[in-house]
């Protein structure tokens, strides 16, 4: 199973970025995390560059990759200042890892869901109207796979692939891009989900209703199919959840 750390995008940036992936991951984690509130000022740049022992154009270019995630604004003489949270990137994949990173299980768990609840019954409806005959066979292909897996960790990449194509099937770029973004806080659900020992057997008949219902060209059918596996899937996590609290996202 993989860990939080194997998503991080800076977790394997090659060894002469290491302290600009390090410098980056831990504002935004400091950020995000609620270390540092909207308003506060990043620490002195003196300080920065005595902490990491970099040079001030390193700093200056982890700075810019921050302001570019929407996390903070520089100014001439102030520094660089925490922005609102409304004004973050959210779908950007590491702040979405910080999200994930910093949130307890539970309250994130419950913020996809409610995201999903919102995005994937319509994402579901407009496919079964718009989708081509490829895009349905890659969906097909997608649920095959998951049909196919031995194991928990072989069902993850087709399972995240049979929601990813549902999105790209709508024909609405915009659209595809929120299923592509939402895959690491999709993965993310899915590990958990996936602690339940008959893991298979629940997701298996759920998918393969979705899909028989783009198949059918059934918009309707295709918005109820997706509730249905997104309300099981949520009775399916909180009872990973209530299990003493036992859970294992790392």
């Given at each position: 199973?993989?860990?939080?750390?194997?998503?991080?995008?800076?977790?394997?940036?090659?060894?002469?970025?290491?302290?600009?992936?390090?410098?980056?991951?831990?504002?935004?984690?400091?950020?995000?995390?609620?270390?540092?509130?909207?308003?506060?000022?990043?620490?002195?740049?003196?300080?920065?560059?005595?902490?990491?022992?970099?040079?001030?154009?390193?700093?200056?270019?982890?700075?810019?990759?921050?302001?570019?995630?929407?996390?903070?604004?520089?100014?001439?003489?102030?520094?660089?200042?925490?922005?609102?949270?409304?004004e973050w990137h959210l779908l950007d994949p590491d702040v979405l890892y910080w999200l994930i990173?910093?949130?307890?299980?539970?309250?994130?768990?419950?913020?996809?869901?409610?995201?999903?609840?919102?995005?994937?019954?319509?994402?579901?409806?407009?496919?079964?109207r718009a989708a081509t005959d490829e895009q349905l066979a890659g969906i097909a292909q997608a649920?095959?796979?998951?049909?196919?897996?031995?194991?928990?960790?072989?069902?993850?990449?087709?399972?995240?692939?049979?929601?990813?194509?549902?999105?790209?099937?709508?024909?609405?770029?915009?659209?595809?891009?929120?299923?592509?973004?939402?895959?690491?806080?999709?993965?993310?659900?899915?590990?958990?989900?996936?602690?339940?020992?008959?893991?298979?057997?629940?997701?298996?008949?759920?998918?393969?209703?979705?899909?028989?219902?783009?198949?059918a060209r059934d918009p309707l059918g295709a918005r109820q199919a997706t509730l249905v596996q997104?309300?099981?899937?949520?009775?399916?996590?909180?009872?990973?959840?209530?299990?003493?609290?036992?859970?294992?996202?790392?």
């Amino acid at each position: 199973m993989k860990t939080r750390a194997d998503h991080a995008t800076y977790s394997a940036q090659p060894e002469g970025k290491s302290q600009h992936g390090r410098i980056v991951g831990e504002l935004g984690l400091a950020i995000v995390g609620g270390d540092l509130q909207p308003g506060d000022k990043l620490p002195p740049e003196a300080q920065l560059l005595e902490r990491y022992e970099i040079s001030r154009p390193v700093l200056r270019e982890a700075v810019r990759v921050l302001v570019a995630k929407g996390l903070v604004v520089s100014r001439q003489r102030a520094g660089a200042i925490v922005r609102p949270r409304n004004e973050w990137h959210l779908l950007d994949p590491d702040v979405l890892y910080w999200l994930i990173q910093a949130r307890p299980p539970r309250d994130f768990v419950q913020t996809l869901l409610e995201v999903r609840q919102v995005f994937e019954p319509a994402a579901a409806a407009l496919a079964a109207r718009a989708a081509t005959d490829e895009q349905l066979a890659g969906i097909a292909q997608a649920y095959e796979g998951m049909a196919a897996a031995r194991t928990t960790a072989e069902l993850l990449e087709p399972d995240l692939a049979f929601h990813r194509r549902i999105a790209e099937a709508t024909g609405n770029d915009l659209l595809a891009y929120i299923g592509n973004m939402l895959s690491l806080a999709l993965r993310e659900s899915i590990t958990l989900s996936s602690q339940l020992p008959n893991t298979h057997e629940l997701s298996l008949p759920r998918h393969k209703a979705i899909l028989t219902a783009l198949q059918a060209r059934d918009p309707l059918g295709a918005r109820q199919a997706t509730l249905v596996q997104l309300d099981e899937t949520g009775d399916d996590i909180n009872s990973v959840l209530a299990n003493d609290g036992r859970v294992n996202l790392a």
